[in-house]
Structure formats: C-alpha cells, structure tokens
C-alpha cells in the first residue's frame, strides 16, 4: 500500500471541482495549440519520455520529517527539457493515467490537479527559469542551478494553489490560516529536494545531450546544441 | 568528448532508468503520507476525502489486486504504469506532431 500523491475527491466542494475544470481543459487547449508551435521533431520522444520519468519519480516518496513524505511534482524538470507547452501536456498525461488506472487523486479532483500540478507549478518554473536565465551567465551552470531554483519554487506555489482552491470550496471546516501555514511549510521543504532532484537530472541531460534540452536553447554556445560536435578539439 | 549518444539510445536508457525506478527503487519509497495528506490529517479534514471513482481498479493505490508480496504488486504496478504512461505520452506526442505544419503524406 502506498500513500496517494494527489488531491482526492472531496476536499474541494463539486462546485470549485468543477469551475476549475473548466480552467484545466482551458490550459489543456493552449498547451496542444502551443506545443504543436513550439516542439520540433528531436523533442518529441523527449516529451514522451519526460511524462514516463515523471510517472516513475513520482513513485518516490521520500521523507521530510516525522511522519511526512513528499515526491517529485517534476514540472521544472519538464518545462526546461521539453519546453512548458510539452510540459503541461506530459505532466496531464501522468495524471490522468495516475487517476484513471491507479485511482490516485480524484476523478471530480483532477482538475484541481491538473491546473496545480501541470498549469500552475509549470507556469511558474518557466517563469523563474527564463527570467533568472537572463540575468545569469550564460553557461550550463546557470542552466542547472535556475532549473533547481524554478524546480524549488514550483512546489509551495503548487501547494498555495491548493490553498485557494481549499479557500472557495474546502470541505473541512478548519481555518485557512493554519491549512495556508501547514500547507506552504511542508511544501517549502519538498521544494528543496525538488529542487535539488531537477537540478541533477538537467546537469544529466546537458551532459549527455545538451542539443536536447529545450531551455538551453539560446543560453549555451550553438556548438553545444548542433547535432555534430565541433571539429576542434578544445582545451578543457 | 566527441561521441555522444545517438537519441534512440538516450531514450531507450531513458526508458530503462524509468523501469527500474517505478519497478524495483519504488518498493524502498517511504509509506508516509505526502505532503497533502499529512496537512490533511493534522488539520482535521482528512475525513472528507471520498473513495474514487475507480477506486475498485485492479491497480489502485500502485498495488496489483490479488498479488500477495508487496514487492511484487508495487513492482508490477510501477511497471505497467511506465507502460502505460509510455503508450499514452508517446502515442499523444507524435500524433500532435502528425498533424501539424507540413502536408499530410495522404
């Protein structure tokens, strides 16, 4: 028996389930009309890949502290490997294959999922990570280490997400205050091993095939990112 | 370091390093509650969580219905689900790409 990774059914009111819906299918269509502008023909089994190694890591739990686990939410990772368009569309795949099959978060919840986990933790990874990039030099370390940045960031913004959609239609009759405080705490933990986890895969893929990170794109030398590696040896 | 992999080759490691994570690294996971459901339980409204619609699925909570060894069940569920998410994402992925830009061979 493992623990669930996602919103169930019944913490959010049917109502908010179901506005929030609307916004998931909503980001859904741009992430296809995107996607389809954005993703060149190397990326494509990339994309297919990230959405299986986002399936497997999130199979991770691994303690935080007393009594409490977290995993890979794996939304910066996707948005720097495969762009945020093709992110949003694999982290839904993971979802809805996560609810549908391993009956883990809520069919009613899936929305609220989708729109925390793929619209709103990958909103803001690719946020981050661009707006960082630009400041940083360019370099496969400032690749690394602004992934690990929007990689840490993504998780508390996910869990606030949460926080209000818990504020408009929560079930529970707690006070938002202490769900907020609990909430953004615990996650703002999880962020530092998200943080850390996406930072390392990165540094993997820039080593092995830089050509095939999508947010390098621009940030690394051309001869990095062109097919045939470059003629000259050069010095180290 | 001139030579790198070809991408058929970084994918199908891709796919192998998937495999053994969700197969075999996953029975080593821990079994606490994640972030939200801890959250849920401290504050109190863990109880309003209902049962999902296919909360009766033979591979609910990452398990296989009727398979005893919990290595075994959690094993066989990490990897169908890599199957699965492999067939789904792929699948969805190169029939995005079918269908754009250039004209349609047909």
């Given amino acids: 028996m ?12 049917v109502p908010t389930s179901a506005a929030v819906w609307v916004i998931a299918v909503l980001g859904i269509a741009l992430a ?13 089994p990339m994309a297919g890949l990230t959405a299986v190694f986002i399936f497997a890591m999130q199979m991770l739990n691994f303690p935080v502290a007393a009594g409490t686990s977290g995993h890979l939410i794996g939304a910066a990772l996707a948005a720097v490997l495969i762009g945020p ?10 979802l809805v294959v996560q609810a549908l099959f391993f009956a883990d978060g809520g069919l009613i919840a899936l929305g609220l999922n989708i729109t925390n986990l793929a619209l709103v933790a990958v909103a803001v990874s690719w946020l981050v ?11 496969p370390l400032s690749v690394i280490i602004t992934a690990g940045i929007a990689g840490f960031l993504s998780v508390p913004v996910a869990a606030l997400a949460f926080v209000v959609e818990f504020a408009l239609g929560g079930t529970g009759a707690v006070p938002l205050a202490t769900v907020f405080t609990a909430m953004v705490g615990v996650h703002l933990v999880i962020g530092v091993i998200e943080g850390i986890v996406t930072a390392l895969v990165v540094a993997a893929v820039l080593a092995l095939r830089p050509d095939l990170v999508f947010g390098a794109r621009g940030l690394l030398p051309e001869r990095m990112l062109t097919l045939t590696p470059a003629r000259a040896p050069k010095g180290v | ?18 495999l053994l994570i969700a197969g075999i690294v996953s029975h ?3 079994a606490s509650p994640d972030g939200l459901e801890f959250v849920a339980e ?21 398990g296989i219905a009727g398979v005893g060894d919990p ?11 890599v199957i699965v998410t492999a067939a789904v994402g792929f699948g969805l992925f190169w029939l995005l790409l079918r269908g754009r830009g250039t004209p349609a061979r047909r």
Avoid: C, N
Avoid at chain 2, 72 to 77: C, I, Q, Y
């Fill in chain 1, 129 to 139: 990570f661009s707006l960082l990039a630009r400041l940083l030099p360019k370099s």
């Fill in chain 2, 1 to 18: 370091m001139s030579r790198r992999l070809s991408v058929t080759v970084f994918i199908v490691l891709g796919l192998l390093v998937s």
């Fill in chain 1, 32 to 44: 296809l009309r995107g996607a389809r502008r954005q993703l060149d023909d190397s990326l494509i």
């Fill in chain 2, 42 to 62: 401290q504050e109190g409204f863990l109880d309003t969580a209902q049962d999902s619609a296919v909360a009766g699925s033979p591979l609910a909570d990452y």
């Fill in chain 2, 71 to 81: 290595r075994l069940s959690v094993g066989l569920a990490g990897i169908l689900g």
């Fill in chain 1, 85 to 94: 368009w093709a992110a949003v569309l694999a982290l839904t795949v993971v």
């Fill in chain 2, 28 to 30: 080593y996971a821990s």
């Fill in chain 1, 2 to 13: 493992r623990p669930a990774l996602h919103i169930p059914d019944g913490f959010i009111d």
